[in-house]
């Protein structure tokens, strides 16, 4: 199965951020949508989730599916703790003890377990980024939708965190799309990468980078011709 849009317009009053744009998104492959700020990424990303509604042109493929959604602020619940705002998410479909399990896994997973009791406020901003990892980790929806995912991460979490996503993708199988306008971040986990321009938001190339993740991280030179395609004008 693949999530597939098909002429999808989206336009805010005359300004257009969509205008018939076509995507498929499969299984198989960890899909980047790479490109500047404010061409329309993280509406098409809202749109893929849901939520929001596209104005013409169909979404097919969701329906039936769970989304773990990453923003690009954190969205906290700030009067409950660490601990607590992933305990949010998983208090509907799992009993006490099977979350408690879930939310210590991927705390440790994030490098947070020993601030677990603390509150949104008493954590600096990219330790809020790693929290809305964790919640959408616990979560483990149907697709793993990331907006700029690693923002205010220092470079050796952010590997980490990118090693773990990659993990997740290959245990889980689940739709993945993140976002980043970081060349480094989307060599490093894509397999298919598409280079957007706009408003209105195309796709200006596409480029799928065949070399698995296990090499990737062995041998960075590996990535050198796909990085001279992503920096490539044309």
Known sequence: ?????????????DFKVLDHFNLTIDRKRIHCLFGPSGCGKSTLLTLIAGISAPDLGTIKGTDVLKFSY???EERLLPWRTVKENI?????????????????QRVLELVELTQFQN?????????????????RAFAY???????DEPFKGLHFDLKRDLMDAIVAYWQNYSPYTIFITHDVEEALYIADDIYMLEGPPLQIKKQVYIPVPHDVRKRDPDSLLPYRAALLARK
């Open 1 to 13: 199965m693949s999530i597939q849009l098909q002429d999808v317009c989206k336009a805010y009053g």
């Open 70 to 72: 990453v923003f690009q």
């Open 87 to 103: 305990q949010f998410v998983l208090q509907s479909h799992k009993d006490k003890h099977s979350a408690h399990t879930q939310v």
């Open 118 to 134: 603390h509150y949104p406020n008493e954590l600096s901003g990219g330790m809020k980024q790693r929290v809305s990892l964790a």
């Open 140 to 146: 483990a929806g149907d697709v793993l939708a990331m």
